[in-house]
């Protein structure tokens, strides 16, 4: 699947399961445990729907995409890399980083929108028979703060967002209280999908977040137990987050 590792045929189960990926696109400017919170909160409620996640893609936006105080990719990618190590089904997707690299050196414009992320991991995953594509099924996951984005103007092309919801599924995690339900009624795309999106509730509110995270170190106070020791290791190694 290009730069993702995908899932060897021993660990697929029969031809008959709901077998789902998940895929979380953003910054991770840095990945938090709050990330990956929301892969285990998603694939616990997709569960006890009798489904089988057989893999979760952490996928960081490339540098095309102005954010402020976006850290280059390279730094992103390493991280993610790095707290992904002790979890048994999340990996990285470095596709889009790449993809970046090929049109810099073609002198193309190169954001990926997360429908193009999501139909290329599909694609990968179906390319060699071993998965037919009716039996598995990729969503985006999210938090309830990117899903409500999907009602502001100008923020993301309609005819994407339709076929986000249609064609793949959304996964969203509750966060900071906001009420999902709403969220999805009041927006006509969402409420005409809504059958295809499963909102999920954190059993633990967990209020970590990669801003909060960089503020921290710009102040030089503690992140541990934020995220990883050895993604602190990393930020403290190549001095990044510095005031």
Sequence with gaps: MGHCEEASSSTIPNKNSNLVVLVCTGSFNPPTYMHMRMFELARDALNLLGKCVIGGYMSPVNDAYKKKDLLPAIHRVKMCELVCKSSSFVMVDSWEIIDRLKCLQANQSSYQRTL????????????????????????????????????????????????????????????????????????????????????????????????????????????????????????????????
């Design 116 to 243: 193009t992320v999501l139909s290329r991991i599909q694609d990968g995953l179906c390319k060699d028979g071993l998965i037919k594509r009716d039996s598995i099924k990729v969503m985006l996951l999210c938090g309830s703060d990117l899903l409500e984005s999907f009602s502001i103007p100008g923020a993301w092309i309609l005819d994407q967002v339709k076929a986000i919801c249609r064609d793949f599924g959304i996964i969203c995690v509750r966060r900071n209280g906001k009420d999902v339900d709403q969220i999805i009624s009041n927006d006509g795309i969402l409420r005409e999908n809504k059958d295809n999106i499963i909102s999920v509730d954190e059993i633990i509110p967990n209020q970590i977040s990669s801003s909060a995270v960089r503020e921290c170190l710009s102040k030089g106070l503690s992140v541990k137990y934020l995220t990883s020791d050895e993604v602190i290791d990393y930020i403290a190694c190549e001095k990044l987050y510095l005031a």
